[in-house]
């Protein structure tokens, strides 16, 4: 056979493989996405929700607490406060947040400046089903008194707002649009505005020490205005968060999970997971959780789409005594939705504590879930039949110490795939 036959031969052949009714291969979704390199962390998930106001009226995405005054005014939410009430605020219904890395935007304008234009604080508002107080941490760019445009890091706890650092100072005057943004990065919250009218910044950050409870991390939350004073309008708000997808690995716990008890956050177990990996170990723990928590915030982590869900969760259920039914049907439920997902699960049995006999929780994860998926993070921080070893108690009979971060990162790096 002749070079150009064998050519024409072999064109008739490329032609009778693409077009031949039996290939059914591209009929197939999931084998043609096996054409596609799969990978990690491929593109960001950005801004999750975002609203900029333009409709006549609030809606119901927004819930107005204790009637703060709250209006769409030419297609800006205009925020009036003109006496000092720690109740009112506006929170965003739709969305709970426990991750730890996000980025909230929003533009403002003060309509006056003079002695009430306090301004909005901007941030976080506690939504847990049990445990911990109402925890409101928010950025507030002041309009009047001795802090004038600086830009400040306040907690409200339920009563007050308790500026907690303040920013350098800049000016600005009444009508001038700034940008602002509160950002999370892991224990540390970083508060920003920029005057647009002449370029000026003010920003301010802040870092939690979790072994402090007056400082622990934010719990599952809303988005949150508080009216602290004045008149401000407000517009194109938006929350996103600063990870990408599909996330290798995502952590979903309580305070431990957070990293309560270690003294600085390289010592939390999830940095010492990290250190094995060059893609982010996601986290969307918070201090308090329960497995009805964690169940209420699976938008929030499936937004991650992770390959593999590390669950250290349940703890606190029995510690709230609630039913057993409850947690046991919550647990599996998450896993459950996530397994839909195309997530593989781990399950890390509970770590011991003084507080609360958590065998029951325990035994049922190894009861109930197949051994190859179980991490124990029980037996050894163990001492008597229940207890946390006290070589590992960071002091409260509950949270390991910096010894007991180390040990557990280092048993669930050795169980991931």
Sequence with gaps: MGRAQRILLLGLLVSVTVISPAATFFSNPSRVASLTPTGWETSPIGAVWSDNFD?????????????????????????????????RALYYQP??????????????????????????????????????????????????????????????????????????????????????????????????????????VTTVSFTFLPAIPTNQTPPISRICIYPLGGTVFVDNFSFSIDRRKPARFIQIGGSASEGQGASVYSKAFISVVQSNYAEAVCNDSGSGNSVTNSVSILPEILAHQPRTAILMIGGNDLYYNYPTSQWQSGYSNLVVQLQASGAKVKHCLPTPRNTVNLLALKNWIQATYPAADIIDCWTPLLINTSSLNPIYDSGDGVHFNDAGHLLVGSIIRTNLP
């Excluded at 006549?56 to 005014?73: E, F, K, Q, T, Y």
């Design 55 to 87: 409709r006549a009226s609030l809606g119901s995405s927004w819930v107005n607490i204790s009637s703060a005054n709250a209006s769409i005014v030419g297609n800006e939410l205009q925020i009036s406060q003109t006496n000092t009430d720690y109740s």
């Design 95 to 200: 969305w709970l947040t426990c991750s730890d890395h996000w980025t909230l935007r929003w533009t403002e304008r003060f309509s006056a400046l003079n002695s009430i234009s306090v301004g909005i604080g901007v941030g976080l508002r506690n939504f847990q089903a049990g445990g911990g107080n109402n925890i409101g941490y928010n950025a507030l760019l002041c309009g009047a008194g001795a802090n004038f445009g600086k830009m400040q890091i306040e907690r409200f706890d339920g009563t007050s707002q308790a500026a907690l650092t303040s920013g350098n100072a800049i000016s600005f005057a009444a009508g001038d649009t700034l940008d602002c943004s509160l950002v999370r990065v892991a224990w540390t919250l970083t508060a920003t505005a920029s005057n647009r009218a002449n370029s000026q």
